[in-house]
């Protein structure tokens, strides 16, 4: 057994003294876990994404295992009118009806939170030839998720990014007529050293000002992998854009590439939200969260199953959600599985913007995104005003036979409690990162490719959180 039960002194939120305790069935609540984790990430949910519904379809599960447990829907305590949302640089979650659950049951619709946002889809060919030799997407390339469909072969030119101190000074250049119907090759290190660019707008205020008629594409030629990503699938560039690593030798000559992309302007998203009231102090909520979605495609030959990123996470909360169905909770528990994470936090940000009940009434947040790496360290993100939730845990950990390698982070914008954090509620994010950190945001990230063995400590150590603070 990893954990075993000590008493400590004084611990944060507890009395003089306080045992941890171990869950004798933990193999029950691992092995339903590790099921979970299986179905979320299998391919027939197509990335969880809007391809063949797999966002739908992951939602429709979530619903279906909580119905199972009886762990009815989150009560709307406040029943405002729903707002859009407008996060800073992350685009626009808008309301709207069920859309592609229209016709669900009502028992299935009551645990849902619809809203709509803009979404570029890569669901098509994604072939890239670099002087004959054919690349492999993830392994050697990934498309910008911004990017406009491109058909054609092309000529490879060098403009150099080192003379220029600005992004209209660098675009200015390359619109000035010599590069029409070329690909341009960008140093991506010097592109960032030399271009002072806001963080947020890196791509898109240099890409902005690109015309087609002048330019056919852009490279962004790295040292290293880059991962594919959807944050900024909201708009569409007016020219394609590439990052290449392998493949792109200094002096090629030629590109032909052959690239399906499609804007829908009204993706529907879904939270699933749910809670188990308190027996004792129902007022006093613990809200849990992680999302479901995930990247989908990168050309139809190469879906992205996110097993970590991030079945792992609602499989954690399913786990959690089954222990205290049966072992009810003084406290309230809720359940937020977010949709649309990828696509700058809309999703999480749609539900702040649109709570069920007064954000003033959370007692601690835990987020759950990526916690099926083998966790040589955990990352943690808290605000100061959960510190005091910081030093439970810190002893619950500690109780440990293994204890886990905490390393506390920065507040930023990568997971869902980020809105939250600015805003001071206690929370907390876990995020494990080992074995198999190189596979994010790959086709690569399958559950052959994750690791349970942090569970027991991870799903222990949330437990006794939730019962002692």
Same mark, same amino acid.
């Given at each position: 057994m990893l954990v075993g039960a000590i008493t400590i002194l004084g611990c944060a939120g507890c009395g003089s003294e306080t045992k941890f305790k171990s869950i004798d069935d933990i193999e029950k609540y691992r092995a339903y876990y590790n099921e979970s984790l299986k179905e979320l990430s299998d391919v027939s949910y197509h990335g969880r994404s809007n391809?063949?519904?797999?966002?739908?379809? %992951?939602?429709?599960?979530? +619903?279906?295992? @909580? &119905?199972?447990?009886?762990?009815?829907?989150? /009560?709307?305590?406040i029943g405002a009118e729903p707002q859009q949302a407008t996060p800073p640089f992350k685009g626009t979650a808008s309301p709207c009806g069920p859309?592609?659950?229209?016709? %669900?049951?009502?028992?299935? +619709?009551?645990? @849902? &939170?619809?809203?709509?946002?803009?979404?570029? /889809?890569?669901?098509?060919?994604?072939?890239?030839?670099?002087?004959?030799?054919?690349?492999?997407?993830?392994?050697?390339?990934?498309a910008k998720e911004f990017s406009p469909a491109c058909k054609g072969e092309f000529a490879?030119?060098?403009?150099?990014?080192?003379?220029?101190?600005? /992004?209209?000074e660098l675009a200015d250049h390359i619109n000035s007529g010599i590069y029409k119907k070329k690909f341009v090759v960008i140093e991506w290190e010097t592109y960032k050293e030399k271009i002072g660019t806001n963080y947020f707008e890196r791509y898109r205020e240099f890409m902005d000002m690109l015309k087609a008629d002048k330019v056919a594409g852009v490279i962004y030629r790295t040292e290293s992998r880059f991962p594919f990503f959807k944050a900024r699938s909201y708009y569409v560039t007016s020219v394609p854009a590439l990052c290449i690593w392998n493949g792109l030798a200094d002096g090629a000559k030629k590109i032909r590439v052959n690239m399906d992309c499609e804007l829908i302007e009204r993706h529907d998203a879904h939270n699933v939200l749910a809670s188990i009231k308190g027996t004792k102090y129902p007022e006093r909520r613990y809200l849990l969260m992680g999302h479901f979605d995930h990247l989908g495609y990168m050309?139809?030959?190469?879906?992205?199953?996110?097993?970590?990123?991030?079945?792992?996470?609602?499989?954690?909360?399913?786990?959690?959600?089954?222990?205290?169905?049966?072992?009810?909770?003084?406290?309230?528990?809720?359940?937020?599985?977010?949709?649309?994470?990828?696509?700058?936090?809309?999703?999480?940000?749609?539900?702040?913007?649109?709570?069920?009940?007064?954000?003033?009434n959370i007692r601690y947040i835990l987020n759950y995104d990526m916690v099926a790496d083998t966790p040589e360290s955990i990352y943690l993100q808290i605000p100061e005003e959960g510190m005091a939730g910081y030093e439970l845990i810190q002893k619950i950990n500690m109780s440990f036979e293994e204890p886990f390698n905490f390393i506390l982070d920065d507040i930023v914008d990568d997971s869902d409690n980020y809105f939250f954090a600015l805003d001071g509620v206690p929370s907390i994010y876990f995020h494990t990162e080992g074995k198999y950190k190189d596979i994010y945001h790959t086709p690569f990230d399958t559950y052959e490719n994750i690791s349970d063995i942090g569970f027991e400590r991870l799903f222990t150590l949330s437990i006794n959180f939730i019962e002692k603070y």
């Open positions: 391809y063949g519904d797999g966002n739908i379809k %992951a939602a429709v599960y979530l +619903i279906g295992e @909580l &119905q199972k447990m009886g762990i009815g829907p989150m /009560v709307d305590e859309m592609r659950f229209e016709g %669900a049951p009502d028992d299935q +619709i009551a645990y @849902l &939170q619809h809203y709509c946002l803009p979404l570029n /889809v890569m669901r098509g060919a994604m072939q890239v030839i670099v002087d004959g030799n054919e690349l492999v997407p993830a392994v050697d390339f990934v490879l030119a060098y403009p150099g990014v080192d003379k220029y101190t600005s /992004v209209k050309g139809i030959d190469n879906v992205h199953p996110g097993a970590n990123d991030n079945a792992s996470g609602p499989s954690m909360m399913l786990a959690l959600a089954k222990y205290f169905s049966e072992n009810p909770p003084e406290s309230t528990i809720d359940f937020a599985f977010f949709d649309a994470e990828e696509c700058n936090l809309l999703g999480s940000y749609y539900y702040k913007t649109n709570p069920r009940y007064p954000q003033e």
